[in-house]
């Protein structure tokens, strides 16, 4: 026993135990050891491309933002209610996984958040590859202060996340609003944990609106002060911002309705403080610049009526398609996504494209060649 | 004839275990070579990019480009030494309980309940470890928080191996102590311990090999606060695997790179304890047995 | 034999009983040697089995006691209630009248580490800790209390020289215990025992596992052992009973016809000598004689 235990067998069970988690994330590199890819230790729902006959059932596999992973759900429901011979798998592991995963030719389309980086976009295998725009939500500045209305601008909403404020009645705040009875407790800052692309907007959001007071700059990431709480996901967040008194934290629509959070109006390019709602959502929709392949950002939108937290997502799909079956499914699935199912979107807070995008993306869908 | 061809059976079978063993052994290390060579491949930008700094400095911005590690290595050495300093007397003791003094009627389903602990996936100890410990006792997200669940989370390896480690005391060892008037301690310290030594510390390194690569649960409860080397243990901090899990999803490029290095820096520091464990153990076998 | 030759004009007396020394006419256990174990029916089982009964017998002071018989008729077993280390097997338990110097051994104020103090016992394998050679023998003393350096180095030396090992070891009383020989760690384990003064020492097969010229060195200690300690010893050599010992219990085992199973009982307990030059049983004299079966 002592023998088995001690000698080589020790550090080589205990370094396999290590290896078994390392190998997690080696998993991806072993597949492909030379392209930059990885995946997230413990997810990879998407498989490689299942080669069914044309004609017969076909099965989609996609991975991505967890952001429109409600929506996703809804869409897909609804889509192979009427197509039955076609299945779509959805693996929401985050917009970097959806991306890498596009990039490494595993799913027949990915969604995220953000687009590819301009030094990425080489690194995608299957060509030239589309952005298709299908969602909008809100990033709520969600609190628990024993306050019925807020109203926060950038620059004060950057001081509150980087501790520079420190209690409920601070003037910034009481000049935020006007004749509030503001309480003299602290502030709690709740954000993520986990790398995100909530994050990565509200962090873009004030690096844009708020470029002087906010210094941390932006990604799924960023270098928060020690005394700030993480939550992990969007309900982590949401669960810290419930049970604590004097909380705040950054938070999806969806989630924080879901926790029956408060929420913050927060004040717009046009000086309005607006509350996140479908309408304000869609209104900074109608407000945004598009460059030509699709790519923009719905977030400090113009317009009164936008709210300025507003997020995009996008689907992503190869231009010219090698599985003739597969091909016709995702154009038919992606147009579903960009006509019927917008309608869907508000029921779980979410907020359908602007008409002029719309047709856009439809133009882009009917681009895509089957072989 | 029968004879000779038994002999030659007997070879074959001898040879074809031979093989297999070599076979076996090689694709492990040829495995874990090629782990560390494509790990270490990709963790070089970040090296090349930060140097030494990335052992020694402690920012960690992404959006910066910066990657310090030090305090993601402290807060993992500092739990890690937390869980063991909580788990290891306590698996001993109960270790020691089971088999020296637990009637057999108790012995049995104890065993039963730490085999079947032992096996409890991480993250349930991780979210019991938020619910209770946390939130419950009041502890919110700290190095304490993480070890004790650490500690929770390793006592039923320990435990279970160091009384399968005991277990194998031979009888007439124990009653070598007995026979001369010892107390039931003094036997323990005079013939299974000693006895034990070795397996004792495989164990405690097995279960500190676990506390140093947990992820989820350690993700949970430490707090992800950044750039935290403090040793009050109330203070959120953060690990390496916590940081690789929390952030690995969502990131690319240098950030990446760095997530990796951390990765084989843990590997490294995990195969550094293990082979001084193995030389502390190998030491004192050589010690007692005289050689 | 020369010591023991005394014995050789004891009168045989055929309408003995059987068992036990009793009217055995021994002139020395009549008139001056106490008696340190008194048994009297004497039973032990392992849970529902009863690996020996009706076990009565004395043993004396200063003499060696050899127990012999077949395998599996409960020698070991016996043995083992002289110094309760059956106290730690689950289910084993002791039955019956088993006295030392007058005290019942399993009486309820008896602490058996206290009995083990007095009663030592060598086992059949050689069991040294997996520690030195000087804190093997130094074991003893020091659960016993005796903590200080200078009498710790006499007492491991003065056990040493009794058990025949000093001069092979002096020179190496810090290194292990493992890395003796077979034969020197089984004198280790006898210094082991004498160390902390014991008044019995019971030996199981202590030889079993040695070279004639080793056995012959621990039968040589047995015998100057003697004038200091009582000694109770196990063996299956039928010539060491006779070399060694003063006394000896043959045992045998028979079937018990409530169970199926072999239960061992005392056949024939008398002055060595006797037992081997004429016994009163014809088992025993089957026996020694390799006529057993
Ligand atoms: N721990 C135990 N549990 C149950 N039964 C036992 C145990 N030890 C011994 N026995 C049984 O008790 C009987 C007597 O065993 P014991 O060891 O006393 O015999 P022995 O005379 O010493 O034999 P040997 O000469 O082979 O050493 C045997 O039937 C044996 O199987
Ligand atoms: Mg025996």
């Known amino acids: 026993m002592q023998n088995l235990l001690m000698n080589k067998p020790c550090w080589l069970i205990a370094s396999l135990a290590v290896v078994g988690f390392t190998g997690g994330i080696s998993a991806g590199c072993k597949k492909k050891p030379d392209d930059g890819g990885g995946s997230t230790p413990g997810s990879g729902t998407a498989t490689g491309g299942a080669t069914a006959p044309s004609g017969g059932p076909v099965t989609l596999n996609a991975s991505g933002a967890t952001f429109q992973q409600a929506a996703q759900e809804v869409t897909i429901e609804a889509f192979t209610k009427a197509n039955k011979h076609i299945k779509v798998n959805y693996g929401a592991g985050g917009s970097g996984k959806g991306r890498q995963d596009f990039a490494d030719q595993v799913v027949d389309f990915a969604c995220s958040d953000a687009p590819y980086k301009e030094a990425d976009v080489g690194k995608v295998k299957g060509g030239e590859f589309f952005y298709i725009p299908n969602v909008l939500g809100a990033i709520t500045v969600s609190y628990n202060a024993g306050v019925d209305k807020l109203q926060l601008s950038p620059e004060t909403i950057a001081k509150i996340f980087q501790r520079e404020i420190k209690t409920w009645n601070d003037p910034a705040i009481a000049a935020d609003n006007p004749g509030a009875k503001l309480p003299a407790t602290g502030i709690v800052v709740a954000r993520r944990s986990d790398g995100s692309g909530t994050t990565e907007n509200f962090t873009k959001f004030l690096e844009g609106a708020a470029p002087t007071a906010w210094k941390l700059k932006s990604g799924s990431t960023v270098e928060w002060p020690v005394d700030t709480q993480a939550g992990n996901g969007n309900g982590g967040v949401a669960q810290i911002v419930k049970s604590t008194p004097g909380a705040i934290g950054y938070v999806d629509l969806s989630d924080a309705k879901a926790s029956q959070l408060k929420y913050a109006a927060v004040k717009n390019p046009a000086g309005k403080y607006v509350e996140p709602t479908a309408a304000s959502v869609t209104a900074a929709g109608d407000g945004i610049e598009v460059k030509d392949n699709l790519v923009f950002t719905a977030l400090n939108a113009k317009g009164d009526a936008a709210y300025p937290i507003t997020a995009q997502s996008w689907c992503m799909t190869y231009a010219k398609q090698a599985d003739k079956a597969k091909g016709e499914a995702i154009k038919a699935y992606f147009k579903f996504m960009l006509t019927d199912a917008q309608a869907l979107l508000p029921e779980i807070d979410f907020a359908p494209i602007p008409k002029s995008l719309q047709e856009r993306a439809l133009a882009q869908v009917d681009k895509i060649q089957t072989p | 004839m029968q004879l000779s061809e038994l002999h030659a059976r007997s070879q074959h079978a001898d040879r074809a275990f031979r093989v297999l063993a070599v076979v076996a052994a090689t694709t492990v290390l040829v495995v874990l070579a090629l782990i560390t060579v494509t790990m270490s491949k990709r963790a070089w930008p970040v090296l090349e990019h930060m140097g030494l700094d990335f052992f020694t400095s402690s920012r960690w911005s992404a959006p910066e480009g910066i990657y310090g590690a030090l305090p993601f290595i402290f807060g993992t050495l500092f739990t890690a030494t937390i869980a063991l300093a909580l788990a290891v007397p306590v698996s001993l003791g109960v270790a020691l309980f089971i088999t020296q003094v637990a009637p057999p009627w108790l012995k049995k389903p104890m065993v039963y309940l730490l085999d079947l602990l032992a096996v409890v996936p991480s993250v349930v100890f991780g979210l019991w470890g938020v619910l209770v410990l946390s939130q419950h006792f009041g502890l919110g997200r700290s190095f304490l928080t993480a070890g004790i669940i650490l500690a929770v989370m390793i006592t039923p390896i320990i435990t279970s191996l160091s009384r399968e480690v005991i277990e194998t005391t031979p009888q007439t060892d124990k009653e070598a102590a007995l026979a001369l008037g010892a107390t039931r301690w003094e036997m323990i310290g005079a013939s299974v311990l000693p006895h034990s030594k070795g397996g004792l510390v495989g164990a405690v390194m097995l279960g500190l090999g676990r506390a140093l690569g947990e992820t989820i649960a350690a993700a949970l409860v430490i707090g992800s606060a950044l750039g935290q080397i403090t040793l009050d243990p109330y203070a959120s901090g953060n690990s390496m695997p916590a940081v690789i899990a929390n952030e690995f999803g969502e990131s690319d490029g240098m950030h990446k790179s760095a997530l990796i290095a951390l990765a084989v820096t843990l590997f490294v520091i995990t195969i550094i304890v293990n082979l001084v464990a193995t030389a502390i153990v190998q030491r004192s076998m050589r010690r007692s047995r005289g050689t | ?293």
């Open chain 3, 1 to 293: 034999m020369t010591a023991d030759d005394s014995h050789d004009d004891i009168p045989v007396q055929r309408a003995a009983p059987r068992i036990g020394h009793r009217g055995s006419g021994d002139p020395q256990v009549a008139i001056d040697t106490p008696v340190v174990f008194d048994l009297e029916d004497v039973a032990v089982y392992y849970g529902a089995f009863r690996a020996v009964r009706g076990v009565a017998m004395k043993v004396l002071k200063n003499q060696i006691t050899a127990l012999i018989g077949p395998s599996g008729c409960g020698k070991t077993t016996l043995l083992r209630a002289f110094n309760r280390m059956h106290d730690v097997i689950p289910g084993a338990r002791v039955t019956g009248k088993l006295q030392y110097h007058g005290i019942d051994l399993y009486g309820p104020q008896v602490s058996a580490t206290e009995v083990r103090r007095r009663i030592g016992m060598v086992f059949q394998k050689p069991n040294p800790f997996p520690k030195s050679i000087y804190d093997n023998v130094a074991f003893g003393p020091r659960v016993n209390g005796t903590k200080n350096k200078i009498e710790l180095d006499a007492i491991v030396e003065k056990s040493l020289r009794a058990a025949a090992l000093w001069d092979e070891v002096k020179d190496r009383l810090g290194s292990s215990a493992l890395g003796m020989s077979g034969g020197q760690q089984q004198r280790l384990c006898i210094a082991r025992t004498i160390a902390v003064e014991p008044e019995v020492v019971l030996m199981d097969e202590p030889c079993s596992a040695l070279d004639p010229i080793a056995t012959a060195r621990i039968e040589e200690l047995m015998r100057e052992l003697k004038s200091r300690f009582t000694i109770v010893i196990v063996t299956h050599n039928m010539q060491q009973a006779a070399r060694v010992s003063d006394r000896t219990a043959f045992f045998t085992a028979e079937l018990d016809s409530a169970n199926d199973r072999r239960t061992g009982i005392l056949v024939e307990y008398d002055v060595t000598q006797k037992i081997f030059s004429n016994p009163s049983d014809e088992r025993t004299e089957n026996y020694i004689t390799g006529r057993f079966g």
